[in-house]
């Protein structure tokens, strides 16, 4: 199983994008994709609950950039 982790706040300009690039690909292999939102404010939220991934979210008084990828690793 492969993991793709994305950590994000405020994409909406290319989450979807992003999302559809990654479910878009034929590759014979099983994976699951974990997106780790930090209080976005925008519609990023609601684009990333239109695919199949698993959504965390954290608080972004909590976020610097080694808590969400060392969050992310963990939920890997």
Known sequence: MVSIFIR??????????????????????????????SGSTDQTLEIVKKFNVKLYEIAPEVFTFGYALNKGISLT
Do not use: P, R, Y
Request: overall charge negative; proline content about 0%.
């Open 8 to 37: 994000c706040k405020n994409e909406e300009a290319c989450i979807g994008d992003v999302l559809s690039m990654i479910f878009e690909q034929f590759i014979d292999v099983k994976f699951e994709v974990i997106v780790l939102d």
